[in-house]
């Protein structure tokens, strides 16, 4: 005989369900699932905008050293111009 606290009544008991059928079309799912895959892949893909972005800054580095070099040449002979 059972102890009369862990006695469960058969109605408590329930079978298990059958799984629910989606709302969404298989194929709007699928669609759906294929766009979002797409993005992912399309967010992780940045290969081509990474090597595009080092050369623009390497050319940027390049223009700036150039700017400084005649710079440094014009005051460099402003200053021996100068005479004392």
Do not use: C
Not at 38 to 48: C, I, N, S, T, V
């Amino acid at each position: 005989m059972t102890h009369p606290s862990t006695h469960r009544p058969a109605a408590s008991r329930a079978a298990p369900r059958a799984p629910r059928r989606s709302r969404i079309p298989a194929r709007v799912a699928l669609r759906a699932a294929t766009l979002a895959a797409a993005l992912r892949d399309k967010l992780r893909d940045d290969a081509g905008y990474t090597t595009e972005t080092v050369i623009v800054t390497s050319l940027l580095a390049a223009a700036a050293l150039a700017v400084i070099a005649i710079i440094v040449a014009k005051v460099t002979g402003a200053a021996n111009a100068i005479n004392m």
